[in-house]
């Protein structure tokens, strides 16, 4: 089976807390590190086990992406498509080259963009608050399907 996994960040300190100079600075807070290991633990108890998880280079993105790894294994990627900024079509085409070359995708990045990038592969609109996730069915790569969502 073909499964990608859309993960927004969990929640992040503001600019000032984390006392950084630029947005992608901006580390988890406590309750994000929180939040990121109980998203990490709805996946490992759906069977979740990722060969590759790709993150947005942003700190707190990529902290939420090491915390998913602890727990569920699989490779960590940086990529910068998925930092927010790019167009959700531009988003979709990145990742549907990697369910070609693997059975298993973690994807984490940023709001709007994962909730544009799930309605543009599957026609659904979910709001996703900091450490949701969305599984898609990617059997059929013409029109994945929408598993399952948690928040």
Same mark, same amino acid.
Do not use: M
């Given at each position: 089976m073909k499964t990608l996994i859309l993960v927004r960040h969990a929640n992040a300190l503001s600019g000032l /807390?984390?006392?950084?100079?630029?947005?992608? /600075?901006? @580390? &988890?807070?406590? /309750?994000?590190? !929180?939040?990121?290991?109980?998203?990490? !633990?709805? &996946?490992?108890e759906r069977g979740i086990v990722p060969q590759i998880i790709l993150t947005s280079p942003l700190v707190r993105a990529e902290q939420t992406a090491e915390i998913l790894k602890q727990t569920l294994g699989g490779q960590l990627s940086k990529e910068t498509v998925l930092n927010g900024l790019h167009a959700d079509r531009e988003v979709c085409e990145f990742l549907a080259e990697q369910m070609q070359e693997?059975?298993?995708?973690?994807?984490?990045?940023?709001? @709007?963009?994962?909730?544009y990038v799930l309605h543009l592969f599957c026609k659904e609109v979910h709001h996703f608050a900091p450490g949701s996730f969305a599984v898609l069915d990617f059997a059929n790569p013409h029109r994945p399907q929408l598993t399952c969502f948690g928040e």
């Open positions: /807390e984390a006392r950084v100079n630029t947005d992608a /600075e901006r @580390p &988890l807070s406590n /309750e994000g590190k !929180q939040k990121a290991a109980k998203t990490a !633990q709805a &996946l490992k693997y059975d298993t995708v973690i994807a984490v990045g940023h709001n @709007p963009n994962v909730a």
